[in-house]
């Protein structure tokens, strides 16, 4: 069978606005923030991951990952309130994030690619639980290693996320698809990511592993469909402040069941949903 080639995404990621960021996120499901970490950084970051002890993916042993990683400590959990992803965070969500999941994930040569898949499954399930089942969530893909065509780029289908057709149903798994894109992008980028687009990775053929570590956050409003376990007390009262401001309770959610048709003093302004959003400069 012929190999596939599918088109590498070109955009110059450092060049859009704040807005087209948003919208770039919103319409077509991801955005890369380049340049969120440097060089220094990065280094901390892998003497930390080289310490953990990972377990293979059931389709590989060159794909390995640790869950729940919030409370590693030092760099690891710091990550978690790093300034310019949370600054942009509250852009895009308003000023209360909730993070719900932190986990790391390690592409090694020989891994064959991730399936295409949605994370966003309403009803949980047996890989992810309740955790994902948030109406509105986003998951931030930290890359310690550079994202080349050979090392496990990031794939995705483009407004996979916007289908009402069944086959976007969120549970199901795609091997490939031919509108799929390649993302590449220097170490120290995040790859942010609508948990409902349909995305995974390429196969790894190149030299090194690509490491990867993935928090997701989401909205204040938009809790989980069933409840979920909080974060052990104990572990929180030792991070800093400012991790801290963002893992507040994961079973938070703003909603009015009772609410009616004209209740009093509805508000008459709402930029988080201004359709010229996406025209924002700063």
């Known amino acids: 069978m012929a190999t596939r080639k599918y088109k590498v995404v070109d955009t110059d990621w450092s060049a859009l606005t704040l807005g087209q960021r948003i919208r770039h996120l919103e319409v077509e499901g991801y955005v890369v923030l380049p340049d969120?970490?440097?060089?220094?950084?990065?280094?901390?970051?892998?003497?930390?991951?080289?310490?953990?002890?990972?377990?293979?993916?059931d389709y590989s042993i060159h794909q390995r990952g640790r869950s729940s990683v919030q409370f590693w400590g030092g760099p690891i959990t710091e990550l978690?309130?790093?300034?310019?992803?949370?600054?942009?965070?509250?852009?895009?969500?308003?000023d209360r994030i909730i993070m719900m999941s932190y986990g790391y994930d390690r592409s090694e040569?020989?891994?064959?690619?991730?399936?295409?898949?949605?994370?966003?499954?309403?009803?949980?399930?047996?890989?992810f639980g309740y955790n994902l089942s948030c109406p509105r969530l986003v998951r931030v893909l930290?890359?310690?290693?550079?994202?080349?065509?050979?090392?496990?780029?990031?794939?995705?289908?483009?407004?996979?996320?916007?289908?009402?057709?069944?086959d976007g149903n969120p549970y199901l798994r795609y091997e490939d698809h031919p509108e799929q894109v390649m993302v590449t992008c220097k170490a120290?980028?995040?790859?942010?990511?609508?948990?409902?687009?349909?995305?995974?990775?390429?196969?790894?053929?190149?030299?090194?592993?690509?490491?990867?570590?993935?928090?997701?956050?989401?909205?204040?409003?938009?809790g989980p469909g069933s409840e979920i376990d909080p974060w052990d007390p104990e572990e929180l009262a030792k991070v800093s402040p400012a991790v801290r401001e963002v893992m507040g309770d994961r079973n938070t959610r703003i909603w009015n069941y009772g609410g009616g048709n004209k209740p009093p003093n509805m508000?008459?302004?709402?930029?988080?949903?201004?359709?010229?959003?996406w025209e924002r400069v700063s």
């Not at 890359?143 to 057709?165: A, C, G, N, Q, W």
């Not at 508000?267 to 959003?277: E, F």
């Open 36 to 57: 969120l970490l440097d060089g220094e950084h990065l280094e901390r970051l892998r003497a930390e991951t080289a310490r953990m002890e990972t377990i293979p993916r």
């Open 80 to 94: 978690i309130a790093h300034p310019p992803t949370i600054a942009f965070l509250k852009e895009l969500f308003g």
């Open 109 to 127: 040569p020989g891994h064959p690619g991730i399936s295409l898949h949605s994370d966003g499954q309403p009803w949980g399930s047996r890989i």
């Open 142 to 166: 930290y890359y310690l290693e550079d994202l080349t065509p050979e090392v496990s780029p990031f794939k995705v289908i483009p407004r996979s996320h916007l289908s009402f057709h069944n």
């Open 188 to 222: 120290g980028s995040a790859a942010l990511i609508n948990q409902n687009v349909f995305h995974g990775n390429f196969p790894n053929v190149g030299a090194y592993a690509r490491e990867m570590l993935a928090i997701a956050y989401r909205p204040a409003w938009a």
């Open 267 to 277: 508000p008459l302004v709402a930029p988080g949903i201004d359709p010229s959003r």
